[in-house]
Nanobody
Framework: QVQLQESGPGLVKPSQTLSLTCTVS??????????WSWIRQPPGKGLEWIGC???????WYSPSLRSRTSISRDTSKNTVYLQMVNLRPEDTAVYYC???????????WGLGTQVTVSS
């Protein structure tokens, strides 16, 4: 069973860069056919898809966040990364790592990590 664990700073100042790590176990980010996504949930709001990297390394982004977001991976560490620049208070949210099998529709979630953007 795929397990996902997010990590990163809990507090970021406005205009700074956010870097989050998703460590994957129980599956391979290269050989298992999943879309490895970042999804966030601001307080009191619904889930927002940020973007994903596929098992072959293609990346897709939400149009509204594309200009500030980069998703990358380290295949040797079986890890997926999120980088978001120029953080704003409205980026405050719980950030989740997610794995979705496009053929099986099997889905896994990390526990999430709280990110607060505040000076």
């Amino acid at each position: 069973q795929v397990q996902l664990q997010e990590s990163g700073p809990g507090l970021v100042k406005p205009s700074q860069t956010l870097s989050l790590t998703c460590t994957v176990s129980g599956g391979s980010i290269t050989t298992d056919y999943y879309y490895w996504s970042w999804i966030r949930q601001p307080p009191g709001k619904g889930l927002e898809w940020i973007g994903c990297v596929t098992n072959i390394g293609n990346t897709w982004y939400s149009p509204s966040l594309r200009s500030r977001t980069s998703i990358s991976r380290d295949t040797s560490k079986n890890t997926v990364y999120l980088q978001m620049v120029n953080l704003r208070p409205e980026d405050t949210a719980v950030y989740y790592c997610n794995a979705l099998g496009p053929l099986t529709q099997r889905q896994y979630w990390g526990l999430g990590t709280q990110v607060t953007v505040s000076s």
